[in-house]
């Protein structure tokens, strides 16, 4: 299995960017996918999830109304619209899938996906 992110890149304060993670070696239609990141010294923090078949989607306070994650289960992929973007947006962004279905509560938990992609940077400046 792998998780293939991309679309990272450096934008100014208040610009828009599209990750993409396309999931290979099995489906993952059923099962929820999400997008962490990971700045500088800090930890990886959860940023948003979205459960199997795209029924339902959260997101941390920091982003919420700026980030939106989606899913094509046709395509196997993942997606996170970034607008408004923000410097303290900078990181690399990993996405992940969990291998079963989980309850809608513990998705923003790291220890819950059992897939990782590589990370794709991205760069807000002001």
């Known amino acids: 299995v792998q998780l293939q992110a991309s679309g990272g890149g450096s934008v100014q304060a208040g610009g828009s960017l599209r990750l993409s993670c396309a999931a290979s070696g099995r489906p993952f239609g059923e099962n929820p996918m999400g997008w962490f990141r990971q700045a500088p010294g800090k930890e990886r923090e959860f940023v948003a999830a979205i459960t199997g078949r795209g029924g339902s989607a959260y997101s941390a306070d920091s982003v919420k109304g700026r980030f939106t994650i989606s899913r094509d289960n046709a395509k196997n992929t993942v997606y996170l619209q970034m607008n408004s973007l923000k410097p303290e947006d900078t990181a690399v962004y990993y996405c992940?899938?969990?291998?079963?279905?989980?309850?809608?509560?513990?998705?923003?938990?790291?220890?819950?996906?059992?897939?990782w992609g590589q990370g794709t940077q991205v760069t807000v400046s002001s």
């Open positions: 992940a899938a969990s291998s079963t279905r989980r309850a809608s509560v513990v998705l923003g938990s790291r220890s819950i996906y059992d897939y």
